[in-house]
């Protein structure tokens, strides 16, 4: 069985801790505060540990769509726009081909990832063909396109990534209710849309919300309703996120990279840039830094019922030293030259560290 040694200081929610830890297989078998003796076989790594980064919303398949990007989202992303003419008429091979550019891109570093898959049943089989094992696990979140039976869908994903709050969403809602899976929907990006049909629904988790009013998001932080914010992607089409606007309400936030035709799928650059736009509103430093982390890492997740489906997976969000058994969903990044990290080790992963600096990344499997 190949079995992996990681050495160094896991970012807890304490804070560092000196820590070895042994993965035999996908899982861990051994943690230890002193020195645990590596098989002949066994790879070790050394470095900051951390439980890997979550991608809380993607669309992974428009990839190789990109060009000089059009300024407004409605001419790229929305239905008719550039994005999706790409989708309809791509062929298969090179939608797949896409689909895994932008798995390259996310995997180091991150242990799972929301994709809000387009097309239907025909963007579920791309996907399925694009998987490998060395990929994060994808929690593919379906639509319903013409022709495609919504139970049917249901069983071969993780749940729906409605894109609008329109249509008959109380059957769709109902369906995955009872199948237990994830009910997730975007919902005011660039207009205000209605927050107590948004909230009647119920959904897992909630995109965007960036033109809701202050009312809305203390409703959604009263019912503990997560919302994916996807800083970079807004920033291309000339939106801002007000994210300590968000934070000060009590929101439950969570970062997403997007669409892959807007920005690069890379959850480092994702944390770095949600880390200015505290930074400019007056939130600074280490703490800044922390707020940053626990969106990027799943650790706000804690409480809520995606957090909950997540766990069951097998996926831990607790911001604690792993226990004997788990799956490893933990990564290694490259200590910093300054031991001075020590004193803001948020800091150092929010604003220093990039994919290059990811030594290992554990893949506790995928899900097709
Ligand atoms: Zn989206």
Redesign the pocket.
């Known amino acids: 069985m190949n079995s992996d040694l990681l050495s160094g200081h896991m970012i807890t929610g304490d804070g560092p801790v000196r820590i070895n830890i042994l993965v035999e297989g996908g899982r861990i078998s051994q943690v230890s505060g002193d020195e645990i003796e590596p098989g002949p076989e066994t790879a070790r790594y050394e470095g900051i540990i951390l439980q890997s980064l979550a991608d809380m919303?993607t669309?992974m398949g428009d990839n190789l769509a990109r060009g000089d990007l059009p300024p407004n989202l409605s001419d790229v992303v929305l239905p008719g726009g550039m994005k999706h003419e790409f989708l309809e008429r791509t062929p298969r091979s090179q939608l797949t081909r896409s689909m895994r550019s932008s798995l390259d891109e996310l995997g180091p570093g991150v242990s799972f990832t929301l994709d809000?898959r387009e097309s239907g049943s025909k963007g579920l089989e791309v996907l399925n063909e694009a998987l490998s094992f060395s990929d994060p696990m994808v929690f593919p979140l379906t639509r319903v396109v013409p022709g495609d039976d919504p139970k049917d869908l249901l069983e071969r994903s993780a749940g729906f990534g409605i894109p609008s709050l329109s249509g008959d969403l109380d059957h769709l809602r109902e369906i995955t209710g009872k199948a237990g899976k994830i009910f997730s929907i975007?919902a005011s990006e660039t207009y205000r849309e209605d927050a107590e049909a948004l909230i009647s629904l119920q959904p897992d988790q909630v995109?965007h919300m960036i033109s809701g009013t202050i009312s809305d998001w203390r409703m959604l932080a009263e019912l503990k309703i997560p919302v994916a914010v996807c800083p970079r992607s807004n920033a291309a089409y000339g939106m801002r996120v007000p994210l300590k606007e968000m934070v000060a309400e009590g929101l439950i936030l969570n970062l997403g990279t997007?669409?892959a035709i807007s920005s690069r799928q890379d959850m480092f650059r994702e944390m770095e840039h949600a880390w200015y736009l505290l930074r400019t509103s007056g939130i600074t430093g280490e703490n800044a830094a922390r707020k940053i982390f626990e969106m990027a890492s799943g650790w706000n997740l804690k409480e809520t019922s995606l957090g909950r489906m997540i766990t069951e997976y097998g996926i831990d969000i607790s911001g604690e030293p792993p226990g004997i058994g788990q799956l490893a969903n933990l990564s290694v990044i490259r200590y910093p030259a300054s031991e001075k990290w020590l004193d803001a080790p948020f800091s150092h992963i929010v604003r220093f560290a990039s994919r290059s600096d990811v030594l290992y990344t554990g893949r506790p499997r995928y899900m097709a």
Do not use: A
């Open positions: 919303h669309h809000y975007h995109v997007d669409n």
